[in-house]
C-alpha cells in the first residue's frame, strides 16, 4: 500500500499499482500548471466513506510506494484516469480498466 502525502503530511494511503498509474497522471497535470481534484473510495479498515482533494502545481507532493520495483503501466486506463482529470469533477479512482478480447 502506497502513499501519497499531500499538503501539510497528509497521508492518503492507496494501492501501488493504483498509484503507479495516478502518479503519471498527476505529474502530467501538473507539469501543465493544471489544477484539478482527485476523488477516491476511503479503503478497507478506514472509516466508511470518501474523499476529495485539491492538487495545484504549488501544493507539494511525495508518492511512496512499498514495492521497489515500478509496475508495468496500463495505458487504457492512464487514458481513462486522464479523461477524468481534465473533467468538471476531476479525477476519480476507478478500478483498472483491463483489456477484454472481443467474443
Excluded: C, Y
Aim: hydrophobic letters at 35%; glycine letters at 6%; charged letters at 20%.
Amino acid at each position: 500500500m502506497g502513499t501519497i502525502q499531500h499538503g501539510n503530511g497528509d497521508e492518503i494511503h492507496i494501492d501501488d499499482r493504483a498509484l503507479a498509474h495516478l502518479k503519471v497522471v498527476i505529474a502530467t497535470k501538473l507539469r501543465r500548471n493544471e489544477s484539478f481534484t482527485l476523488s477516491w473510495q476511503h479503503p478497507e479498515g478506514d472509516p466508511v466513506g470518501r474523499s476529495t482533494i485539491w492538487l495545484h502545481p504549488a501544493i507539494p507532493l511525495r508518492f511512496t510506494f512499498d514495492e521497489s520495483e515500478a509496475p508495468q503501466l496500463n495505458t487504457n486506463w492512464i487514458q481513462e484516469l486522464m479523461q477524468s482529470a481534465s473533467s468538471t469533477s476531476g479525477i476519480s479512482l476507478v478500478d483498472e480498466v483491463l483489456d477484454t478480447p472481443e467474443v
